[in-house]
Each structure stands twice: as C-alpha cells, then as structure tokens.
C-alpha cells in the first residue's frame, strides 16, 4: 500500500535530482522546491497547460490522500481498542483486539472482561485460578491475523482454504 510518507519520499528524490541537475544543492529545500515549480511552471507555459489549474488538480488529490490516511489511521485506533474475552467451544481463553462474528462461533463464550473470562475458564477445567496460563492475544494487522503466546512471542494465523478468523479460534487447541 503506498502510504503518504512514500509519497513524500518519491517527491523529495526528484527534489534532489533537481537540485544535481540545475547545481543547486547548496540551497535550502524551501528554494530547490521553489525553483522546480518555477521550470515547471515554465514547462506547462511550454506544452500549452494551465499551471494553476494543475496546481488545483494536485491540491485535490493531496487533500485527498491526507484525508483517505486521516480516516485509516481512526479505523485502525478503533479497531485496535476493541477488546473481546473469548472461551472457546475447547474450552481455551483469548483476548481478540478486533470485532468477531460471534454467530460464526458455535460453543463460544464471550465475557465483559478479563476477569469474568479467567473465572470461567476456571470454573470450566477445574483449574485454579491462580494456575491458569496468560490469554492468547489476537490482534489484526495488515498482511493478516497474528497471535501472541506467553506475552512475548508473535506468530502469523495460518488460516487454512476457507477458514474464518472465527473457525479457527473457536477451534484453537494447544
């Protein structure tokens, strides 16, 4: 996914090449991006374009991207504080930091909180409390699904030809 950073990568290497091309390296940023739009501007004048009216165009477009990174990095904060306290249909805890369909889940048990899950789950295998492991962690990132062991450990879900999000959790077993 090109990000605006990348844009603004690619913007700033054509700057530097600018720069080597018209020998103006020694300048500050503020004068090479000054002196390309002006031989760009002399370019447009060139090849009959309205300067301004591409000038509009590009302002558009950047807005645009601004605004289409502004609303991905909200989803990605809302979905990052989603927290749901799963128990299996096997009978194991999670922590999953995405909405689930819980329809898709036949034997889970979603609980308000932490706690409430960690009795159940006591309650459920005759464990102690005080013995039961740390919840398995599901989190969703870009490229997937990942999972986290013991806190520390984070592995890519491998989900098999058809399998949901939800299939495979409901039916995670150690």
Not at 144 to 164: F, I, M, R
Request: charged share 25%.
């Amino acid at each position: 996914m090109v990000t605006n950073a990348n844009r603004a990568q690619w913007a700033k290497n054509a700057v530097k090449s600018f720069a080597v091309e018209t020998r103006i390296t020694g300048e500050t940023a503020e004068i090479q991006m000054t002196d390309m739009l002006c031989v760009m501007m002399h370019l447009a004048k060139k090849d009959s374009l309205d300067f301004v009216s591409l000038l509009d165009e590009a302002t558009s477009t950047f807005d645009q991207d601004v605004q289409e990174e502004l609303e991905a990095d909200n989803e990605a904060k809302v979905l990052s504080s989603v927290e749901l306290y799963i128990l299996n249909k096997t009978g194991y805890h999670f922590v999953v930091h995405f909405p689930l369909d819980l329809a898709g889940m036949p034997g889970a048990v979603r609980y308000d909180n932490h706690e409430l899950l960690l009795k159940a789950h006591a309650k459920a295998s005759g464990i102690d409390l005080s013995e039961l492991g740390e919840s398995i962690e599901f989190c969703m990132a870009s490229d997937g699904y990942t999972e986290t062991a013991l806190n520390t450990c984070v592995y890519p879900v491998d989900l098999k030809d058809g399998q949901s999000i939800e299939q495979y959790i409901n039916d995670w077993i150690v």
